[in-house]
């Protein structure tokens, strides 16, 4: 089984500042590993996901995350955010097995303020 | 545009009540996942259909059930509604049960159990 911890419920920021929503996960097998955004009144889409190869993983809208196998983490960033940027953001792991589910954290809401 | 549609948008009911939930499959996917989101908290996995039978199940009472069809649109039948139940229903579709390949999701069903 797997799980997942958001550090961080609510993450306040000021445009064009850098950020950083940290992910640690717990599994006992080999894992696939997501992030997903969620705005308002929306359903989730993903931004970036690790399978397999190189351990800093680039998404959309500019945000990269980085699976750190040692540390189980998968911490994602951006160096500059935006207004439109502010959303909730789900982590979420995976087994490997050709039949899974995502199980995800609880999420941490960006607010990016002017 | 994900191509993922659910519905209704919105729904209200009664405890003790039933309800059906749809989900229309993104063309070309084989797979259905349902995801029940509760205020505040990411989504937790209800069950997934894969070519028309269930493909796992996560901690639910069976009074939720599910059914995929031939082309591959599903159900999500919740009996004896309690307020617990009250929350964000979201549907995913992919091609293949694995996590290796991306699953795409519907914008949710608001589901208010009074």
């Known amino acids: 089984a797997q799980s997942v911890t958001q550090l961080d419920s609510q993450v306040p920021v000021f445009e064009e500042a850098p950020v950083e929503l940290r992910c640690n996960y717990s599994?006992?097998?080999?894992?696939?590993l997501f992030w997903y955004v969620q705005y308002p009144n929306q359903g989730l889409q993903l931004l970036l996901k690790?399978?397999?190869?190189?351990?800093l993983v680039k998404g959309i809208n500019g945000f990269e995350a980085e699976f750190n196998k040692s540390q189980t983490s998968f911490h994602l960033r951006k160096p500059s955010v935006h207004i439109s940027d502010t959303a909730e953001y789900f982590c979420?792991?995976?087994?490997?097995?050709?039949?899974?589910?995502?199980?995800f954290g609880k999420g941490t809401k960006l607010t990016v303020n002017p | 545009e994900t191509g993922v549609t659910q519905s209704p948008t919105h729904l209200i009911k009664t405890r003790g009540q039933q309800v059906t939930l749809r989900c229309s499959s993104q063309?070309?996917?084989?797979?259905v996942s349902w995801y029940q989101q509760a205020l505040g908290q990411g989504p937790q996995f209800i069950f997934q259909?894969?070519?028309?039978?269930?493909?796992g199940r996560g901690n639910f009472p069976p009074r939720f059930s599910g059914l995929q069809f031939p082309n591959y649109s599903s159900e999500l039948n919740v009996n004896a509604l309690e307020l617990d139940d009250s929350a964000l229903y979201l549907c995913?579709?992919?091609f293949g049960a694995g996590m290796n390949t991306e699953a795409f999701f519907g914008q949710g069903t608001r589901l208010t159990v009074v």
């Open positions: 995913a579709s992919s």
């Open positions: 599994s006992s097998v080999s894992v696939y």
């Open positions: 063309s070309g996917h084989n797979t």
């Open positions: 259909y894969y070519r028309e039978e269930e493909n």
């Open positions: 979420a792991v995976s087994g490997q097995g050709g039949s899974e589910k995502l199980v």
């Open positions: 690790y399978l397999s190869g190189s351990t």
